[in-house]
């Protein structure tokens, strides 16, 4: 009867686990010994236990297996990735380059911040003192085109607002004015039949004075206009009549008869 088949997974019993281990391990170092001797093979074989113990086999010795392997590992990576050789040693050397470059930037940004200035000879001094003017100058007018932007957007910025403010305060006004305006209207509406009836039924009316058809004046039909004054002086001996003294007045006369 044969050997049913082994799920291959993790075996839960600890002591199961350790059972079949160390079974299949002297099985595999066995089947590695008859292929080294029936095949004339140099085998080597390393296994770690789940604790870390060692446990290895080699026809002639670990170490020589290993050190051949290497030998052939580096021998194979040469033949077969030349440009990856020469890639790395492209890297290298631009590694090289931007260190040096970033060593100077360093330098150059120190001395621009006036350290380590006891190195420099005369001639580097007034290179980094034009360096330095060159710099304050485009500083300086930076700094003056930034301000008259701002002036220039915080003129438009008020602009904006005044107008606004003052079309407010316009179609405030507006409304207002059109308000006194109708009550203004109706105010007159309302007064003017009153004046107009008080005017036609009151003769004696100081501000509409009528003139009396009954005036006898011993004139010439005259036509007056404007202001008139008539004075007349009594003296020794006369009379005046009534019928001769006009009236003042500031208003437009009729025709007189």
């Known amino acids: 009867m044969g050997r049913g088949r082994v799920e291959m ?11 079949t281990f160390s079974k299949r391990r002297n099985g595999l ?10 095949c004339d093979a140099e085998v ?17 010795g670990v170490e020589r297996t290993i ?21 790395a040693c492209n890297w290298c050397q631009e590694v090289t380059k931007l260190k040096s470059h970033y060593e100077s930037l360093v330098r150059t940004n120190r001395h621009l911040l006036g350290e380590d200035l006891g190195k420099m000879s005369l001639k580097e001094l007034l290179g980094l003192e034009r360096q330095l003017e060159a710099a304050l100058t485009t500083t300086r007018k930076r700094k003056t085109q930034v301000m008259i932007e701002e002036m220039e957007d915080l003129r438009k910025k008020a602009s904006y607002i005044i107008e606004r403010q003052l079309g407010d305060i316009n ?26 009836a008080s005017v036609a039924g009151d003769p004696n009316n100081s501000e509409f004075p009528v003139q009396s058809s009954s ?18 002086v009594q003296g020794e001996g ?6 001769n003294i006009a009236c003042k007045t500031n208003f437009v006369q009729d025709w007189v008869l």
């Not at 074989?45 to 002639?60: N, P």
């Not at 030998?71 to 890639?87: H, I, V």
């Not at 109708?182 to 309302?190: D, P, R, V």
């Not at 005036?215 to 007349?232: A, K, R, S």
Request: charged fraction near 25%; hydrophobic fraction near 30%; aromatic fraction near 14%.
């Open 67 to 87: 050190e051949r392997y290497h030998r052939c590992y580096n021998r194979s990576l040469s033949n077969s990735r030349p440009e990856e050789s020469t890639q």
């Open 29 to 38: 170092m066995k089947k590695a010994y008859e292929l080294s001797v029936l």
């Open 44 to 60: 080597a074989l390393i296994v770690f236990s789940s604790r870390g113990k060692l446990y290895e086999f080699g026809s002639v």
């Open 9 to 19: 997974k993790l075996i839960e019993n600890k002591i199961n686990r350790q059972v």
């Open 238 to 243: 006369s009379s005046v009549s009534k019928s």
């Open 171 to 196: 179609k405030q006004l507006k409304i207002k004015f059109d308000q006194a305006e109708g009550l203004a209207f109706k105010s007159f509406q309302y007064l003017w039949p009153n004046t107009a």
């Open 215 to 232: 005036v006898d004046c011993n004139t010439e039909p005259f036509l007056q206009i404007g202001f008139q004054q008539h004075y007349y």
